[in-house]
Every structure is written in C-alpha cells, then in structure tokens.
C-alpha cells in the first residue's frame, strides 16, 4: 500500500535564533506546515520546503504565557490557534501579501517554460505571508487538547472543561461545557440510562473531531476512552451523550479515520486499539488491534513503551504509530503491517551492534501522503544545532520521510487489472516490464500456458488481458516512469495515475489536467493549450477504455461537472474529446467491459454505456446514460464510499449452466462502504427474463435488488471480466484484501457434470486465507497473488566514527521497494478440502494442473497440514491428513510430492506422514514400476531411517540394478556408495561422488580423471600380459580408491557381483557402447574383468551379427563399392557435403562408400599417396622403436596436423562441427586449387570422406579397441579392425599371434569368424571386399599357424616401471598403421610437422571427453 523510499531528508533552516522544534502541524490543504518552538511560530512551505515567516515571542510576554504547546489551523487555513503552557489561546492570522512571491525559478536562455501560465506564480513560487497575533485568549487553566472543526475550535483543560471557542467572534462565541454533567454509557438505546463521569479530577487527554460519525473521540486522563456525540445541532452540555469503550482502561491517544469511520487509540501496552461505532446501537465496537508480535519482533514486541502518536494518512488507507521508546511502524487501516522501523538494519548496524530507536516528538503527513515530516526527539547534549561551515544554515530536527504507495489508494477502479502501479510523488512503479512484449492481440476465450521464461520480446499468449507470467514475473526490478517535469512543475502533487490493461500506457493526474505515457514510444503526451489543462480538476479518478482515458473532471470555466473521454492516439486537446455534462460532482469511476460507472456525490449510482464511433481520423467515443440507481437510503454519507465496481459476479449459478453467455454481463454492482462490501444483484426475478430475445439494451434496464453485506474489514475487491471455461472457479471468484486478517475468496460452486446442484448446497462460499505479502493485484488463471515489500539496505560502512552521528545515511538504511509474488491455490484447496468439498477441490485442482508451480502448491499444502497436525499439543478431533493425502493421490506427482515433504521436515513427524500417505516400501515399489528411479531414491533415504538395514540393502538393490539397466550413471554411483555406507554399518562416511553428470554420457564414454589406460608399446610386450590374471592398469585418483579400499570387504564383494553380471549382460548382448559408457561412468576396471572372461562371455560367437550390430551402434556407414556417380566435392571452390546427408541412414548397407581413411597421423602419409609421392614397400611392425625418448601427453582420438591439409576429417565432422581446428575452409580452397586433381582423384577423396561415421563414435572405438587388446579379446580387436577398415589393428593382432601363446581355440574361432565375414561381405555387403582382400593374405598364414599349433615360450612379467612411461600416440598410431598400396614414411620424416598441430587437436579431442584431461599411459 504505502512504501518507504531512499533515505530520509533533514530539514535546514536559514534562522540563526531558532530554537529546537517541538510540534509540526500541517494546514488542511497541505501546502503549508506550522512548526512550533518554545517561543516561535514558523511557517514553512511544503514544495519547495522552504522557511516562509517565523514570529518570535517578546520575552515578557513569553513569561507570562509560557512556553508553546500547541497549535492548530482553522479549516480555511487562514488562521492558526496556538496554546501555552499558562492557559492561554493565542489566534494568529495569516494575511497573504497579494502578488508577492519569496522565491522564483530560473529558467535557461530559451526554455519553453512560459511564465504567462495560469496559476504560474503560486506553484512555483512559495507565496509571502505574515503572522499577525490577532487575539489572546486566557483559559486560566492548563490547556490539553486542542481540536478544530469547521466553524468551532474546541478546547480541553485540565479542569474538566470543554471550551467551544467560536472562530470569528471569539469574544461572545465562546461555551464551556463541565464533562461532569454529560452523560455517559455503554451504548445510546434509550433503555439505558446514561451514568455520569462522577470524578472532579476527570479531564480530557486527547482529542479528536471525526465529521463522518459527527462527534468527537476522546482519552480520559485515567486512560478510560470514549465517543461522545451531540444528540442534536445544538452543542451544549444537555445533548451531548457519551460512550465508553469497556474493555480499555490504558489509553494514552486518539487519531481518527474519517474515510472508514475508525478510531484508533493508542495504549500504556504499545497496541493500538482500534474502534468503530455500530450503526443501530450506538456502541463502541471493536474491530482490531494493532500490535507487534512476538515472532516477528522477539526482543522489542513488549518494551515499546506505550504508544505516543498515531497519525492516518490523507487518503485515509494506513496509519503511522509510533512509541515513547521511539521507532515507527506503518499499518494499513485492517491491521497489516507495512514498515517497522525496530527491526532488521533499522535497529542494526552492518556489524550487528544494536541502534538507538528514532524517538519522535511530532509528526505529520504531507501532500498526498508522498512525504511524512517528523520532529525527532533530540536528546538535549544535541540541542545546540551544530553550525553548518558551508552555508550557514542549520540542521534541526525535522526530517522528510519519502513514500511511494499504490495506485488503488486513491484510483480504486485500477482493481480489475493485473498490473501493479506504484505512483511516487514525481515518478511511477510499474511491473509490466517492457511494453514492446504486450503487442500481440488477444483472444477472449482461453488463457494461453504461461512459459516463465525472463527474455524480452514479443510474447505471444492468446489471453484477453491477461500478461504473460514472465512479464509479471520475471525479475524483482520495477519499470520506473519519470513524470515529464513540465507537468510536474505547475500540477504537483500526482493525485491518481492509471494503466491500461495490456501494460502499455499509463496516465497521471496532477492538481489540474492530466497527462499520459507510451510505453512503447516512451513518449508523453501533455496538452498543446495550457489553458485547458488549468481549467479542468479531474475528481473521480482515470481509467483506461482500449484506446480511450475517461474520466470525470470539474470545468472551472462552466462551473460544470463533465464525464471526458479523450483518444489516446489523438493530439491531447477537447476537440478530440466526448464530453458530457453530468449532474452532481463525480466521486468515483469504473469501467467494466463496455459499461462506466459513476459514483457521484448525492449517493446514486449511475451507468453509462460507451462505444467506439469511427469519424474520419480520430475516431471518437459516445457515451450515454442507461440507469440511475439512488443509494441514499444505504450510504449515511458520500465520502464513506471506497470503490464502486461493476462484476458479473452473482449468487445463482443457474443462469450461468443454463445461458453461459450471460456470464459476462453487468450483474450486480460491488461498493466498498467503510469497508463493508456491499452487493447490489440485478433482480431477475419479474418477467423480464423471458424477453431474452427481445431488444438485447433491455437487460441492462433491470433493477437491482436490495443490498446484500458480503463482507467485513474489506481494503480492496479484484474481479476480472474475462471468461475462461477452464478455470471458472478462478474467474468467476470475487477476492478481497482485509488487512490483518489475510484475504478471502468467494468462490462459486459448480455441480460436477451439469449434475442438478444440491438444494442444500450454497451456490458461492467465502474462504479466508493468510499471505505473508501486502497483495495489489490477483493474476487468476495464474492463482498468483502479487505485491511489492520494503527492503533496506545499510551504507554505514562508508562513513567514519567520527562523522557518523550526523549522517541520516548512518542512522538510516536506504529503503528500496522490491516485487514479491505468492502462490495461494493451496490455501483455497485446503480450505474446500476442510469443510469437505473435496470434489469441488478436486475440480480446481485439475483445472490448475498445468501450471509450472502445481508441484509445489500440492507440497505446500501436505507440508504445512503436517506441520500442524503432527506437532499439536492436543488430539486433533477430526485431522485433515489423511484427507489432503487421498486427494493428493488423485494426481499423477503423488509420489514426488510426498517424498520432497518428507524430505523437508524432520525425522519426528515422518511416522505421522507415512501413517496417512501409505509405507515408503510400498511407495517405493510403485516409484519402481513407474520407472521413476530419481523419486525411488530419495524413498531409499526415507527407508534408511526407518527400516533395518536388512531392508535398506534389499530396496537399494533392486533400486541399483535397475538404475544400471537404464544407464543412468549418476544414480548408480549414489547407489555404490549408499550400499558401501549400508555394509559398513555407517561409521565412517561414505566417499563423496561426483554430482555432476555430462547430459550425453550415453553416447560417450567419459574418462575419470586421472584414469590411466596401458597399451603396450610393442607386441612382445603386450603377450606377456595375458598371462597375469590383474592388470597393470589399477584406475587411479577417486574412482580407484574406491574399488581398491575393503577389497576383502563383503559389501564390495556384493557390489562388484552386481557389476560383473551387468557387464556380463551388455557383452552378451554386444552393447559395447553401453559397456563403455558403464566402465568409464562408474570406473569399472573393464580389463582385468575381460582378461578373466576372456573364453567366456568376452567371446564371439557371431562375427556377422557382431559386426552389424557395431555398426548400428555406433552409427558407423556401411562400405560400397565405390562408382563415379558419387558427386564432387568441391564446386565453386566451396566443399559441398553430397555425402553427408545420409549420415543419418548409417544403419543401411549400400549408402555409403568406404575408403581407408583415417583422421589419425596416419593420413599424412596416404593422401601423399594420392599425389602419387610414396613408394609401397611394406613396412615391418616394430620399426618405432627408436622412438621411445619422444614422451608425452598421448591422448587417444584422432588429430589433425597442419601439415596434412588435406585430411579434412569424416562427412560427419563437417555437418556437425568443422573438424579443421580452425574453422576455415579458404586453406582447404587454396591448396586444392593449385592442384592438378584428376576425375578419379576427386572420386577417391569424396569416398575417403564419406567412409567414417562420426568422429566421437571414432574415438570410443578407438578407446575400446586398446581395452580389448590389452585384455587380449582378440576377437572383438579384429571386429573394430574390421569396422574402423584399419589393416594395421590386422596386422598387429595377427603379429600377436603368431608369437605368443594363444589359445588354438581363439585362433580357430577367428579364422571361422573372418571366413563368415567374408562370406556375408560376397553377398550382402560387397563393400568390404577390397578390404577383405587386402588381409586376405594374413588369414592365410592365421589358418597356417592354427594347424601348426606352436608351442607357448615363457614370458616374464612386464617391469612395472614402464608402465608409467609414456609415448606420443602419433608415433604409435604411425606405426601400427598400414594401408594397401601405401607405406607409411618414418614418422621422423613428418613429426615436426604434425606435433606442430598437437595443442589445437587437444582442444578439439577434449570436447569429447568433457570432464578434462586425461593422461594415457602407454607401457
């Protein structure tokens, strides 16, 4: 409602002699503040705040009236009465020197500021004025209350009198009433006699006039509080009647809320209890308290002190308190707390040391309520203002205190929208973001999802009116609009500001005038003629109809009251504007749909009907009257009314299942009445509802039924008029704000089904719920409320000791406004689900279902039920538990719901939970079958804590090997250390596992860090290994800790037996992607267990299917004999993917062409060979033996050197990412073009490219053929071969054995394999052919060395030293790398050159791994 803004100001007078201020009271109009010293009177005005006239008292006669104490202005503002301290009045008046001006603005050479402006000098200009004592009256006793009332002045003494001093003739004017002889009691029927006061000692504290309830509050000096009131026109002591409040005996002031008819009296306890006068008995009633709570403030909710002054705002919708101890706090006139100054960095400093409270002598509300000026009780070491060294002005006690409030303080009709306007005294808050994202026009009938996405930008969501969330929601900054200074300069202060319901212009109304704002152009627009905007005062408020501002305006000109209605898009002048006359001055405006509703002063209610007329250009509105409704009989007196709107909310729901399209009609009218809501229903029940089908302007012309109280304590009322079939509940429900109390939906009910409702059942009911935000606007179909809170934030850090005390940015934090939004759908659903209408719940629920925070609102709804339910002291009769958990159940998010609440409330009140939701083993099977592994195990917790180990292991496994078949890695390694923590009886915690997991570790196999992989650097190395039963290759770092640590341990034992029988399962069924992503996620040491299932699952069977399926997985191309109708590659001097779109298809046999191609070191030399500059000579297997002093980093995956250019890397490659390292494709360009390229040449490059499937799946081959061939599965070494169209992997399988002790079982079994291969390859797949051929004579000598069958010799272990060392890959893959018709030169030839491109290809290899570096140990 009302925020703190920035820091407070202080306040400098010019005057050398001023004493230190003790009262500050501004003028009726609050243009002027008296502030009052011991002996001086100063006037000082409000904008700017400037010193005006300052009368200092003589010495002698300030001994003989004593020192002032009180002072109040005459409702005209043209005298002021100020009390002393020895009994006398004395009447100043304020003549006003005509044309006489203290100051005058200075404008630049050639501004358009035009001083011939009506109106110009007084709001510019602080006007000259003087004080002049105009009488003394002596009271001969001490004065206590001073209050003015319009004719009168009414003063209290110490005697127990009641003077009415007459403001004119104050010498016969004058009554004095004995409060003895009125008569007091507790309410005013007659039956009642009233008793008298009855003490001589009983006088009157404080007081205060309220003109709507004609009468006055008052505090007794024994704190006895009362009303007394006048029982006729005439004011003596004869018929004046009093009446107590009984219950407060501690009262110590009294401020009045003329607006709401309350009384608020301050208590010796520090709460203020607030009161109000029924209507028909005359009582005192109480309606609520204002008081800090313990919660919210624990070390100052009872040592305030007892309250020293409350004071309510101009527009009468929140109230300043504050206490002798000091502090301030802000309340809106129900009860909800604003602002307090007694806690957080108000009472803190940033280091936590605890502040003095601001204690306060005087305070009083500026213009509009954008400013509350405050005298500051200085304690009297400070009472010498310090001289100010730069001006010669000085610092005294009177501080400005700047607020922003919301726009539905003064302009009510803004309820019916979505946005929140915040209105400051020159500038406005928006919520709506940029108005560039509201341009999509909107559709009536459903609400397009709501994506909370931040971006900015066109948003196209098809709902009438209706923002989308993000624009609402998106970020916690507000849309700040600067009010265009010209305006500003001659209309201040901003009294009503308006936005339309896209968000996209906004409208402000200043003292005279108006003018508006695009968004969009982030342009104003101001009236051309300045003397139209001086003769109009807008006086029922703005608000926006599409295009059009109508508003109901008082023509200073005609003496006239007018309803306007100006074009947004037309030049800001009458010309373009619909004006019509009316009666009787306009108090309030609404618009609903195409209806405007006036609220005007002689208490009727009238409807206009408006409609667009296209004229030319501008088009133009026409407005005219459908029906007057007269409300005297209701409305005790006009200023009472709050806000009158129009809804389409009604009782029966009937009508709305019968004739939907009535639903959007104007049904009845809602008028907040001193917070009383009042309904005035259409009356449907004489004929007129069967002449539906006549004139359709008939309906609008039927009566309204007698007014029916809705509600109590009621600030603000939203309704919408859009139509959603979806959400009725939510758009067809009425919803209120009352203050302390939280806030109420009325809600209808609908039959399910179009059943027949129940004759029982009410057609609509109200539900109150708690928000623990201030709500400015209801977003419905969204089920959001939104609203705006007070932060502060401390710079007492940048300021030393020794100047802090003088900085209000010291004692002050700076306070900013911050958007703040709350879900409440789980209220109103708990709330049904309690007074069991669960159906009707349920309804609601589905029709919300789709919302992004639907999750969270069941959550919240389980939570806090739990919350109460589990820890109540007394047995709950009748708990609600079980029945939120049976409905809960009715949605799908059930088992996610119950285990996140569970999560987050402690162990204690779990047994409570699962007594109503169901056994978490139950749950957990049913996460399970629902394949939901994530849920599962967050029940596994829960069951930890709940069941026996026993238990625990036995859910975990099941949880584990389910989680392994899915492949979802980082579950498995929670689940390995879950199991681990289980088998170690928890006492020691378990090892920390990675959190992080690559999104597509399914398709690449992740390397652990650290993770070492031994290839053997020759081939008579590499057979010594198959005879070790463990590995060299131990993983080291994290990964291996684990598996190394409790080998003996049974747990492990337990896990390492699940892990075999997966790994077991995936070579089975030739998952070989699958069994690498396995090993590398959860750092399965893959070859020790392969070497001892060697002959056993490690074998192949099927070299077809094996190798088919490889291809399948790894989306490998099948080779084709190569033809000429394959198109070139480079045309136009671009490269031209021909190829590359059958990448996709890999699976089928006969798309692609295969060449033997690779991107490794190995290209160098054979596309040298294109050019026709190598020699064939074979080249024999260990020849890279003098390479062995060449260590370094090996990473194993294809590079790129510079000096290959023209190994351009897979088809693959090129439509996913350039697999050149740079990017660029003109080097490629260049060098081709200087070459002499024949047909068959272009032929041949084309089917290198478009022989290798993509380059990650290159690389986990490549992983997995160095795993297979130091565990020595040399079946499967031979089917990468085969795939990867390698003769060196062949070769070098073959080399092995031929000299080593194989199995003769193996060599006939690959024999057996390559000859089925062949056969497959001369039918189905001729592609293979020139392949096959090439090694054609290597399975020759196989078959040769299987019959010969040669005996093993004995090989020695490997010295484990040259495991650690570490060899330039390129050089092994030089080596082992042979092609047809090619040899490969020395790699010394060509080393330089290709380890001159290392660090760009490692770049480009790490991309694959994405966990790292990786060092690969080659021994």
Excluded at 341 to 369: C, H, N, R, V
Excluded at 419 to 426: A, I, N, P, R, S
Excluded at 1128 to 1145: D, I, M, R
Aim: hydrophobic fraction near 40%.
């Amino acid at each position: 409602m009302y925020f703190l803004s920035g820091w407070p100001k202080r306040l400098l007078c010019p005057l050398e002699s001023l004493e230190q201020p003790l009262r500050i009271q501004t003028d009726p109009q609050r243009a002027f503040f008296a502030v009052l010293s011991p002996s001086q009177l100063s006037i000082w005005y409000c904008r700017p705040s400037v010193l005006i006239v300052s009368y200092k008292e003589l010495a002698k006669a300030a001994s003989q009236f004593g020192p002032y104490k009180e002072a109040e202005w005459r409702p005209d503002s043209t005298m002021i009465a100020v009390s002393t301290a020895n009994g006398y009045i004395l009447f100043f008046e304020i003549p006003s020197v005509r044309d006489k001006y203290l100051y005058e603005p200075m404008y630049p050479k050639g501004s358009p500021h035009l001083k011939g402006t009506p109106h110009y000098k007084e709001e510019q200009c602080a006007p000259s004025l003087n004080l002049e004592v105009k009488k003394v009256l002596d009271l001969q006793a001490s004065i206590t209350s001073l209050q003015s009332t319009l004719e009168d002045l009414l003063v209290a003494t110490a005697d127990g009198f009641l003077h009415l001093v007459h403001w004119d003739g104050m010498t016969n004017g004058r009554k004095a009433i004995n409060l003895c002889t009125v008569p007091f009691s507790v309410d005013l029927q007659s039956s009642r006699a009233g008793s008298f006061l009855g003490f001589e000692d009983v006088y009157i504290r404080d007081m205060e006039y309220c003109a709507t309830l004609d009468g006055f509050a008052v505090v007794f000096n024994d704190g006895r509080v009362g009303f007394i009131t006048p029982m006729s026109s005439r004011f003596t002591a004869e018929q004046l009647h009093g009446v107590w409040a009984q219950d407060v005996v501690d009262g110590t002031c009294v401020a009045v809320n003329n607006k709401y008819r309350l009384m608020a009296f301050g208590c010796a306890n520090g709460s203020v209890q607030v009161y109000t006068i029924d209507t028909t008995t005359g009582a005192m009633q109480f309606s609520h308290k204002l008081e800090l709570t313990p919660k919210q403030y624990p070390d100052i909710w009872n040592k305030t002190g007892p309250v020293k002054l409350i004071r309510w705002s101009p527009d009468s919708c929140v109230v300043m308190v504050t206490w002798e101890c000091g502090g301030l706090s802000l309340w809106s006139v129900f009860g909800a707390q604003l602002i307090c100054t007694l806690g957080g960095d108000f009472a803190y400093q940033s280091d936590g040391a605890k502040k003095d409270p601001l204690k306060i002598s005087s305070m009083t509300w500026g213009s509009e309520g954008y400013h509350l000026w405050v005298i500051d009780g200085i304690s009297p070491s400070n009472m010498k203002p310090e001289r100010d060294a730069s001006n010669e002005a000085r610092q005294f006690g009177i501080l400005q205190f700047h607020f922003i409030k919301s726009a539905l303080t003064v302009n009510p009709c803004m309820s019916n929208q979505e946005q929140v306007l915040l209105q400051g005294e020159d500038r406005l808050y928006l919520n709506c973001g940029d108005a560039t994202q509201a341009q999509s026009p909107r559709n009536t009938s459903a609400h397009a999802e709501h994506k909370p996405t931040r971006e900015r930008g066109p948003f196209s969501d098809g709902s009438l009116d209706s923002q989308g969330l993000s624009t609402l929601l998106g970020h916690r900054h507000w849309h700040v609009v600067q009010i265009h200074s010209t305006y500003l300069e001659s209309n201040w202060p901003i009294r009503f500001s308006a936005i339309d319901k896209l968000g996209q212009n906004v409208a402000v109304v200043g003292k005279f005038g108006f003018a508006h704002y695009s968004l969009l152009t982030k342009k104003w627009k101001l009236f051309g003629n300045i003397t139209q905007e001086q003769n109009m005062m807008v006086t029922g408020g703005l608000a926006w109809w599409n295009d059009f501002i109508v508003l109901a305006c008082y023509n200073l000109n005609d003496h006239q009251e007018e309803l306007r209605v100006y074009l947004r898009t037309s030049n800001l002048d009458n010309a373009f504007a619909h004006i019509t006359k009316v009666q009787a001055d306009t108090l309030l405006l609404s618009v609903f749909r195409d209806i405007v509703i006036l609220f005007r002063a002689d208490c009727s209610i009238c409807l206009y009907s408006i409609e667009r007329r296209p004229e030319g250009l501008n088009p133009t509105a026409s407005i005219q009257v459908l029906q007057e409704v007269s409300m005297s009989r209701y409305i005790p007196h006009p200023f009472l009314v709050v806000s009158v709107t129009l809804t389409s909310v009604r009782t029966e729901t009937g009508i709305t299942l019968k004739m939907p399209q009535q639903a959007c009609e104007a049904e009845s009218i809602m008028l907040n009445l001193a917070g009383q809501l009042i309904m005035l229903q259409r009356d449907r029940s004489g004929p007129q509802i069967r002449d539906k089908d006549n004139n359709p302007n008939q309906r609008k012309h039927l009566p309204f039924c007698a007014p029916v109280v809705l509600a109590q304590s009621v600030e603000n009322v939203w309704t919408t008029c859009r139509i959603n079939k979806q959400k009725r509940h939510l758009l067809e429900a009425l919803w209120l704000s009352c203050g302390g109390a939280g806030m109420k939906v009325w809600l209808p009910l609908f039959p399910r089904d179009h059943r027949k409702p129940h004759s029982f059942l009410s057609r609509r009911i109200m539900l109150p719920f708690h928000i623990n935000i201030y709500p400015l606007a209801v977003l419905f179909e969204d089920a959001l409320v939104l609203g705006a809170v007070n932060d502060t934030v401390l710079y007492d850090c940048l300021y030393t000791q020794t100047s802090a005390r003088e900085h209000l940015e010291v004692l002050f934090p700076f306070s900013i406004v911050e958007r703040t939004s709350q879900i409440y759908l789980h209220h109103i659903l708990r709330q049904l689900l309690v007074r069991n209408l669960g159906e009707q719940a349920l309804l609601l629920a589905h029709s919300c279902a789709t919302l992004p925070y639907f999750p969270h609102v069941l959550e919240l709804m389980l939570h806090e039920v739990l919350e109460e339910e589990a820890t109540s002291r007394e047995p709950i009769p009748d708990p609600l538990l079980p029945t939120v958990a049976k409905f809960i159940t009715e949605f799908p998010l059930f088992l996610q719901t119950v285990v996140h609440c569970a999560r987050k409330t402690e162990y204690a009140l779990w047994n409570y939970l699962f007594a109503a939701v169901g056994n978490p083993k139950d749950l957990f099977e049913e996460c399970l079958m629902a394949q939901d592994l994530d849920t599962a195990a967050s029940y596994l917790i829960i069951l930890q804590n709940m069941e026996v180990p026993a238990v625990s292991r036995q859910h975990a496994t099941l949880l584990f090997n389910t989680a392994l078949e899915q492949g979802k890695w980082d579950l498995c390694r929670h689940m390995i250390r879950f199991l681990k923590a289980i088998g170690s009886g928890e006492t020691e915690t378990p090892p920390a596992t990675p959190t992080t997991q690559e999104p597509s570790s399914s398709s690449g196999f992740e390397f652990f860090r650290h993770r070492s992989i031994s290839l053997s650097q020759s081939a008579e190395n590499l057979h010594s290994k198959f005879n070790l039963t463990k590995t060299l290759s131990m993983p080291s770092g994290p990964s291996g800790k684990r598996w190394s640590k409790d080998s003996d341990c049974a747990e492990n034992m337990y896990i390492d037996m699940m892990l075999w029988r997966h790994a077991r399962r995936l070579l089975e069924e030739i998952k070989l992607k699958d069994l690498g992503c396995f090993a590398a996620q959860l750092g399965f040491e893959l070859i020790g267990w392969l070497c001892k299932e060697r002959a056993r699952a490690a074998r192949v069977d099927d070299f077809v299917f094996a190798l088919k399926k490889l291809h399948k997985d790894f989306l490998w191309p099948f080779p084709v004999i190569p033809s000429s109708s394959i198109n070139s590659p480079f045309k136009n001097g671009k490269y031209k993917t021909a190829v590359g779109e059958h990448l996709l298809k890999s699976q089928s046999a006969d798309t692609f062409v295969n060449m033997d191609m690779d991107t490794g070191v190995s290209n160098t030399p054979r596309s040298r060979s294109w050019l026709g500059t190598i020699s064939s000579s074979q080249r024999e297997i260990d020849t890279v033996s003098s390479h062995g002093p060449h260590m370094q980093d090996a990473f194993l995956s294809p590079l790129l050197s510079k000096g290959d250019e023209c190994s351009i890397g897979s088809a693959t490659d090129l439509t996913e990412t350039s697999s050149m390292v740079d990017g660029d494709w003109t080097m490629v360009d260049e060098n081709f073009s200087s070459l002499s390229l024949t047909q068959s040449e272009l032929e041949h490059l084309s089917l290198e490219l478009a022989s290798k499937g993509p380059h990650k799946s290159q690389v986990q081959l490549r992983y997995l053929l160095h795993i297979f061939l130091e565990a020595g599965c040399l079946d499967w070494c031979i089917i990468i071969g085969l795939i990867l169209r390698e003769s060196s992997v062949i070769n070098q399988v073959f080399s092995i054995m031929q000299s080593s002790d194989i199995d003769g079982e193996i060599c006939q079994n690959i024999k057996t394999g390559l000859y089925a291969v062949d056969k497959w390859a001369s039918t189905d797949c001729p592609g293979y052919k020139p392949f096959l051929n090439i090694i054609k004579p290597q399975i020759q000598k196989l078959s040769e060395i299987a019959e010969e069958q040669v005996q093993p010799e004995a090989f020695q272990p490997v010295n484990p030293s040259k495991v650690t060392e570490q060899v330039n890959p390129r050089a092994e893959e030089s080596r082992t790398s042979s092609s047809h018709g090619t040899n490969p030169q020395s790699d010394a030839g060509n080393s330089g050159a290709s380890r001159h491109e290392e660090d760009k290809s490692k770049t480009e290899d790490e991309d694959s791994f994405q966990e790292g570096s990786y060092d690969c140990v080659v021994s």
